[in-house]
């Protein structure tokens, strides 16, 4: 099935290390902001609303919405760990392109400092996470794999850190805009070797929010339409049972399904946004998405370093990813989704990618180590 | 839209005041169950999976889906808070007349006693909840209002238990199969004015499951397809501004839109499964869905304990209802759509009604008080 459906519209508070605010004054902000922006100017009127959120508690979408004054319709809350706002644009993308509704509003929204500080609350039943297999953990087994494998050092890694902190200095909606060498990011605190404090996300409160609308509707909108052209959602394992664990094969399958339906493939890609809570993963994922070969990630990192763009790749994370925004985990997701629609507006300030046509979400989550428990979603939008 | 959609199997664990399982395993037993009716007795195989659950945590349904040997495809966790399991069911069935899946599992799961006892969390930053206005206090207070209002009594609240426990007497998969009296009703331990303990439904471990095709694949199974003829979910406020709190308006504008999608009308219905976790929402909701004028649920219920069927109402609640099964939140709506199935199969047991041939259920959560924060689902299913 083809999908017909555009981006009219997009929301961001930005993303803080703690709201001034509660979580449904945090959530209507970038709501009431994507509405605006899709030109709602006086009563705003979506058909549903699909709202990703992890640790907000029950209806959150509900008593956020009162206050944005969308009632009576359906609003459904999503919930898949870290790639919950690709799970919620996923299915307000089918629901509009199906016929069910003409116009949806999306929104991520999460308020982690409410939750104190540390590493994300994980399920206890699983027995790697009583081990002490968290997500800082998985990610550095992963790092000295890797580094095993392909020669890759923690300079290299560092240097991830370096591009991105770079990149979100740029980037008005990111919280940690300072600039870091990379003696910096090897000095930081250590967290699970080898990735040091600098080479991990940040937790954050942010929101952000998306109108999804049929094509012909979207035409109407005051915003340049950003078309959805792939949307693909799966579950699964991490890393494929015949592969080690630097690749990622859930997040290859979505890739591969978002690919094929959208007619676009990796060299059409202008722009991307990909999931970087560590800075292995953005090496990993650069490759898994079909931007490098295996092992070579960190020459994308060294080549933007150097000023180098001589070859025909996209620019990864111009927002600073993860690593300058923080991660905000049900909002994530959807603030990808902000970034790349600005970048195809010609909207996105200093860090606008030149002729930015078409640019690639990739959000991924859940599933610790071995178990089929990891979700991923992947989005390919485009303008004429 | 019309809806193309049939319910080709079910599962239910039954409810328990402790699984002795994980939710995990809790979750896989319903699942497993529902597949194999529906003839998937080797490889489970579905196009995607969608999961009611309010207190499990983050990708619950991934977690029980690898258990069950699904994997590889969408996985969504939706929450509706008492109304999740309907929400689950209302985004399959879209999904699957509108062409994008073929199979779709849909699994309705809760395990409350890992919560501990007394009311359910509730989220403190409503003001009315820090004032001590829990769910149960609230239908007290509807409660209270509707007497003033219709003359109805504390016996005649009563009676509403006494009915649903003997039903649920004969019904196996209710956890409270004892029948009680009036008196033993209104000497049990006061919760909530008027509202005693036996009036108000038991915090309750519970899976619920249901393979959702379209009505083409449907005929292939093994068991008689039942239709779902109407989908309607909504949100808003409980209570209407324009009424008083004996009237719920949110349920009332599900139940038009479902009317109207499936072309039945309230008096084509023969049996329906309504939310009543406390006494007092059994006669509210009587009157909401249609089935008898404000201020005459009661009547009903008389009638059926009279054993006086000469009127042309539908049985209501012939499993014993939440009073007798419990209120395994995100279970409770899933579950109470297997209990239909059943009835239109021909397969409900002792409970079973005389030429079911249309049922109705109902399931409303969210939404404390004044608040636009509810959520309301109604199915209307039907076979040939």
Same mark, same amino acid.
């Given at each position: 099935?083809?999908?017909?459906?555009?981006?009219?519209?997009?929301?961001?508070?930005?993303?803080?290390?703690?709201?001034?605010?509660?979580i449904?004054?945090l959530?209507?902000?970038?709501?009431?902001?994507?509405?605006?922006?899709?030109?709602?100017?006086?009563t705003?009127?979506?058909?549903?609303?699909? =709202?990703?959120?992890?640790?907000?508690?029950?209806?959150?979408?509900? $008593?956020? @919405?009162?206050?944005? *004054?969308? /009632? +009576?319709?359906?609003?459904?809350?999503?919930?898949?760990?870290?790639?919950?706002?690709?799970?919620?644009?996923?299915?307000?993308?089918?629901?509009?392109?199906?016929?069910?509704?003409?116009?949806?509003?999306?929104?991520?929204?999460?308020?982690?400092?409410?939750?104190?500080?540390?590493?994300?609350?994980?399920?206890?039943?699983?027995?790697?996470?009583?081990?002490? =297999?968290?997500?800082?953990?998985?990610?550095?087994?992963?790092?000295? $794999?890797? @580094?095993?494998?392909? *020669?890759? /050092? +923690?300079?290299?890694?560092?240097?991830?850190?370096?591009?991105?902190?770079?990149?979100?200095?740029?980037?008005?909606?990111?919280?940690?805009?300072?600039?870091?060498?990379?003696?910096?990011?090897l000095?930081?605190?250590?967290?699970?070797?080898?990735?040091?404090?600098?080479?991990?996300?940040?937790?954050?409160?942010?929101a952000?929010?998306?109108?999804?609308?049929? =094509?012909?509707?979207?035409?109407?909108?005051?915003?340049?339409?950003v $078309?959805?052209?792939?949307?693909?959602?799966?579950?699964?394992?991490?890393?494929?049972?015949?592969?080690?664990?630097?690749?990622?094969?859930?997040?290859?399958?979505?890739?591969?399904?978002?690919?094929?339906?959208?007619?676009?493939?990796?060299?059409?890609?202008?722009?991307?946004?990909?999931?970087?809570?560590?800075?292995?993963?953005?090496?990993?994922?650069?490759?898994?998405?079909?931007?490098?070969?295996?092992?070579?990630?960190?020459?994308l990192?060294?080549?933007?370093?150097?000023?180098?763009n001589?070859?025909?790749?996209?620019?990864?994370?111009?927002?600073?990813?993860?690593?300058?925004?923080?991660?905000?985990?049900?909002?994530?997701?959807?603030?990808?989704?902000?970034?790349?629609?600005?970048?195809?507006?010609g909207?996105?300030?200093?860090?606008?990618?030149?002729?930015?046509?078409?640019?690639?979400?990739?959000?991924?989550g859940g599933?610790?180590?071995?178990?089929?428990?990891?979700?991923?979603?992947?989005?390919?939008?485009?303008?004429?």
């Open positions: 099935m083809d999908l017909t459906v555009a981006i009219a519209g997009v929301g961001n508070t930005g993303s803080m290390r703690a709201a001034p605010e509660s449904t004054d959530g209507a902000r970038a709501a009431v902001e994507a509405l605006r922006d899709a030109g709602q100017t006086t705003p009127s979506v058909d549903a609303v699909y =709202v990703a959120n992890v640790y907000g508690g029950s209806v959150i979408g509900q $008593r956020i @919405m009162r206050q944005v *004054g969308l /009632t +009576e319709i359906p609003i459904v809350n999503v919930e898949n760990a870290c790639a919950s706002g690709s799970t919620a644009l996923h299915e307000a993308c089918w629901a509009v392109s199906s016929g069910r509704y003409r116009k949806v509003l999306v929104l991520g929204v999460e308020m982690l400092s409410s939750l104190g500080s540390g590493t994300l609350p994980l399920d206890e039943e699983d027995y790697e996470v009583r081990q002490g =297999v968290t997500m800082p953990a998985v990610y550095a087994m992963r790092a000295r $794999r890797y @580094m095993h494998d392909y *020669g890759v /050092t +923690e300079k290299d890694l560092a240097l991830v850190a370096v591009k991105n902190r770079r990149d979100g200095a740029k980037n008005a909606d990111a919280w940690i805009r300072e600039e870091v060498a990379v003696g910096d990011v000095s930081s605190r250590m967290i699970a070797d080898p990735l040091n404090l600098l080479q991990c996300c940040a937790n954050t409160d942010a952000a929010a998306l109108v999804v609308t049929d =094509v012909e509707t979207a035409r109407h909108s005051p915003e340049t339409p $078309r959805v052209a792939g949307s693909a959602l799966t579950s699964g394992r991490f890393t494929n049972k015949s592969r080690d664990m630097t690749w990622l094969d859930v997040s290859e399958r979505a890739a591969d399904r978002a690919y094929d339906m959208s007619d676009y493939g990796p060299s059409d890609i202008d722009v991307v946004e990909l999931h970087n809570p560590f800075t292995i993963a953005e090496l990993i994922y650069s490759e898994v998405l079909g931007f490098a070969e295996p092992g070579t990630g960190s020459d990192v060294r080549d933007v370093l150097d000023g180098d001589s070859h025909d790749v996209p620019a990864i994370n111009p927002s600073g990813g993860l690593l300058a925004k923080g991660h905000p985990v049900g909002a994530t997701g959807v603030a990808q989704v902000v970034e790349i629609v600005r970048q195809l507006r909207q996105a300030g200093e860090g606008q990618i030149h002729r930015a046509m078409v640019g690639l979400t990739h959000n991924a599933g610790i180590w071995g178990y089929d428990s990891a979700a991923a979603g992947v989005h390919i939008m485009s303008v004429d």
